[in-house]
């Protein structure tokens, strides 16, 4: 039976360690403060925010709330970033996805400062980091690595594969794989025979959205599965797209959903949020 990897202790660890540090830089005069942005009240991104600001209020960041309703001109949530650029006060900015179809994503990601992006997601953040420059780096392919690293599995010379590329998770894991000297694959929708592929890895990590798709059959003996999955299964209930009750009795490690990847994004997202004061 595979270790299960706990990502809510591991989170827990973690969010302690950053707290005593925030204590520290308080007792210097440098308060941390987050800047979340929520446009529209779709109910999984209430959900993800509030997380947010409870985790912020748990390690002593100072967090700063901007419901915007649905109806907001881009203009208008361009403005605002913009001014939240320009203050002080404000170390980090955090404008929750997705926004809605009437605003351009990409508009918004690229006018938030690159000093200010605790996301990681502007083009100044993910190119330094896919050519090894200093840079905010996204909050779950972080935890993925910070997961792998606590529980001492190794990455250097192992074979990694990544099934999926978005550019939140896949390319950026994939990406910091490399930089800790793995060998990485990245497969997506049009890998031929994905399960030969999969079965090579040593670490496999799975982000493609698709309840329960990874069966044993796409499992090496021993290796470590990592599910960035958030899905519903035919019951309704959460699962990721990792068969949990399946794989885990050939994997070495695996993370579980819930508690697995999830809690591990807020962590570091607390964790590029004690970085930004040193951009200031
Ligand atoms: N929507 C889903 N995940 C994320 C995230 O990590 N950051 C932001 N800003 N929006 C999201």
């Given at each position: 039976m595979a270790v299960i990897i706990d990502g809510k202790k591991v989170s827990n660890d973690i969010k302690d360690e950053l707290k005593a540090k925030i204590a520290k830089l308080k007792d210097n005069g440098t308060e941390v403060t987050l800047a979340v942005i929520q446009v529209g009240n779709d109910s999984a991104s209430t959900v993800y925010v509030g997380n947010k600001k409870k985790a912020c209020e748990y390690v002593g960041i100072r967090s700063l709330a901007y419901e915007l309703p649905n109806e907001v001109s881009e203009e208008e949530l361009l403005d605002l970033v913009r001014s939240l650029n320009d203050r002080e006060d404000v170390n980090g900015i955090l404008v929750q996805l997705p926004l809605p179809e009437h605003i351009d994503e990409n508009k918004v990601i690229n006018t938030i400062s690159p000093k200010k992006d605790v996301d990681g997601f502007h083009p100044q953040s993910t190119g330094a980091l896919s050519i090894g420059q200093p840079g905010f780096v996204s909050c779950t392919p972080a935890g993925i690595i910070e997961l792998l690293k606590r529980y001492n599995i190794e990455i250097d010379g192992k074979e990694c594969v990544v099934i999926g590329r978005s550019n939140i998770v896949g390319k950026p894991v994939a990406t910091l794989l490399l930089r800790e000297n793995g060998t990485v694959t990245i497969c997506h929708s049009h890998t031929a025979d994905l399960k030969t592929v999969a079965k090579r890895a040593d670490i496999l990590i799975v982000a493609i959205g698709k309840a329960k798709f990874i069966t044993s059959e796409y499992v090496k003996e021993g290796a470590a599965v990592i599910d960035v999955g958030m899905d519903r299964d035919e019951n309704g209930k959460l699962c990721g797209d990792v068969d949990f009750e399946d794989v885990k009795n050939v994997a070495g490690a695996i993370t579980p959903?819930?508690?697995?990847?999830g809690p591990m994004t807020i962590a570091m997202l607390m964790n590029n949020c004690v970085m930004s004061v040193m951009n200031r």
């Amino acid at each position: 039976m595979a270790v299960i990897i706990d990502g809510k202790k591991v989170s827990n660890d973690i969010k302690d360690e950053l707290k005593a540090k925030i204590a520290k830089l308080k007792d210097n005069g440098t308060e941390v403060t987050l800047a979340v942005i929520q446009v529209g009240n779709d109910s999984a991104s209430t959900v993800y925010v509030g997380n947010k600001k409870k985790a912020c209020e748990y390690v002593g960041i100072r967090s700063l709330a901007y419901e915007l309703p649905n109806e907001v001109s881009e203009e208008e949530l361009l403005d605002l970033v913009r001014s939240l650029n320009d203050r002080e006060d404000v170390n980090g900015i955090l404008v929750q996805l997705p926004l809605p179809e009437h605003i351009d994503e990409n508009k918004v990601i690229n006018t938030i400062s690159p000093k200010k992006d605790v996301d990681g997601f502007h083009p100044q953040s993910t190119g330094a980091l896919s050519i090894g420059q200093p840079g905010f780096v996204s909050c779950t392919p972080a935890g993925i690595i910070e997961l792998l690293k606590r529980y001492n599995i190794e990455i250097d010379g192992k074979e990694c594969v990544v099934i999926g590329r978005s550019n939140i998770v896949g390319k950026p894991v994939a990406t910091l794989l490399l930089r800790e000297n793995g060998t990485v694959t990245i497969c997506h929708s049009h890998t031929a025979d994905l399960k030969t592929v999969a079965k090579r890895a040593d670490i496999l990590i799975v982000a493609i959205g698709k309840a329960k798709f990874i069966t044993s059959e796409y499992v090496k003996e021993g290796a470590a599965v990592i599910d960035v999955g958030m899905d519903r299964d035919e019951n309704g209930k959460l699962c990721g797209d990792v068969d949990f009750e399946d794989v885990k009795n050939v994997a070495g490690a695996i993370t579980p959903v819930p508690g697995g990847v999830g809690p591990m994004t807020i962590a570091m997202l607390m964790n590029n949020c004690v970085m930004s004061v040193m951009n200031r």
